[in-house]
């Protein structure tokens, strides 16, 4: 892991990302890709993204002839072998330049593509970050150059805007997190006309997600007293809890724009800020058919629930952004607090434990494997409370 230089509670800088947004911004592809010097642009999505001809029309109208390939290869979780796919797709047709079309899954094939390319030689498992037995983050260098991503953003995943990503090998039940500062997005595009051709459920389970990272970073162990990022997920957490209703169950237009700018914030801070709900759910969505949103969705309030022993004025801090009245004690309040949570979950239909979500009764030794590997889980090093294996058991069987 590469030396901190800066002391955490002394140095701010915001990601590198560059922000277009609003009705009709993708038009602004043209010259984004004639900025970056793009010339062989390669575009990644999904298979239900790729049949969606108003998205891809408007896409294909800013970029042009210099398309190289369309690789709709994206799959839920970013199985390994689809990232290899697309980085063979990528050295086939000398792409210089990746667009990821979708949410989280297009956007961490992206980065994936781009990273195993240029890291050619090197495994997944060479790649992927590990937590220590002191507890420390240990990430591997990645110091090859790499080529640009873009991202064009019609989900709430906010994967777009970290240097962060996640592959899967589902042989082993492993979900393998890489971190590298270069394959962060050059530029996202939030276009709500774009996402408001998603269907309801996928932006309501992916909605959850990004509320989830809004609170992670409040309550973070490394992001909890950065006033910068603690600005951004204060905002973030009130445009999505105010909005995620409205944009979902009314199509509304001005709330989906929000709650599209709400996912966008949610994840600045996000490395560093990510800590014991992305942890569980790595497990979770790798040992079960649960999507990503969803885990997050699962394990949000037992989350908030088991951080506030250790952290209650942060917590507080995140029942103030969801506007949550003040009065009686903080115990009160927090009870409050997560009942309008679970309130949200009911009216968007998303689940609230892993039983809702279609998992059967688990055994024992089988929580015990999955708390194991939890308790183990990177994220874990930015939790404010220490979360061993028992502790992680707990809440699985809380979760189920």
Request: hydrophobic residues 40%; negative net charge; charged residues 25%.
């Amino acid at each position: 892991m590469s030396e901190q230089i800066w002391a955490l509670d002394s140095h701010h800088q915001y990601e590198q990302n560059h922000f277009f947004y609003g009705e009709g911004c993708v038009q602004d592809l043209t010259s984004l890709l004639d900025e970056i010097g793009a010339e062989r642009p390669m575009l990644i999505c999904g298979e239900n993204v790729g049949a969606n001809e108003f998205v891809m029309g408007r896409i294909d109208d800013a970029v042009g002839d210099r398309l190289v390939h369309i690789y709709k290869g994206v799959r839920s979780k970013t199985p390994e072998s689809s990232a290899d796919r697309g980085v063979e797709l990528k050295r086939e047709y000398d792409a210089d330049c990746i667009i990821s079309v979708g949410g989280g899954s297009a956007s961490d094939t992206a980065k994936a593509i781009v990273a195993k390319d240029a890291e050619e030689g090197r495994s997944w498992d060479d790649l992927k970050a590990t937590i220590t037995d002191g507890g420390q983050l240990d990430v591997p260098p990645m110091p090859e150059p790499k080529d640009p991503v873009v991202a064009i953003s019609t989900t709430l995943s906010a994967a777009e805007v970290s240097e962060a990503f996640g592959v899967t090998d589902f042989d082993n039940e492993e979900r393998k997190v890489l971190v590298d500062e270069k394959v962060r997005s050059t530029a996202c595009f939030y276009d709500p006309e774009l996402a408001a051709t998603t269907p309801s459920y996928t932006i309501a389970s992916s909605g959850m997600n990004a509320l989830d990272h809004a609170v992670e970073v409040r309550y973070s162990a490394v992001t909890g007293d950065n006033p910068f990022y603690q600005a951004t997920a204060e905002k973030a957490t009130t445009l999505l809890f105010e909005n995620l209703e409205a944009a979902v169950l009314e199509d509304d237009e001005e709330a989906m724009e929000k709650v599209l700018y709400g996912s966008a914030l949610s994840a600045l801070g996000i490395i560093g800020g990510y800590c014991i709900n992305h942890a569980m759910n790595h497990v979770v969505c790798g040992y079960h058919d649960i999507s990503h949103g969803d885990g997050n969705s699962i394990l949000l309030q037992h989350g908030i629930r088991y951080n506030f022993e250790a952290v209650p004025d942060r917590v507080m801090s995140i029942a103030d952004a969801m506007g949550i009245e003040e009065g009686g004690s903080d115990e009160e309040r927090l009870e409050t607090m997560l009942s309008e949570i679970d309130s949200l979950q009911e009216r968007l239909g998303v689940p609230r434990s892993m039983s809702e979500a279609g998992v059967d009764e688990m055994p024992d030794e089988h929580v015990r494997e999955m708390a194991e590997h939890a308790a183990h889980d990177p994220g874990m090093a930015a939790n404010p409370r220490p979360v061993d294996a028992d502790a992680a058991f707990e809440i699985l069987q809380d979760a189920w």
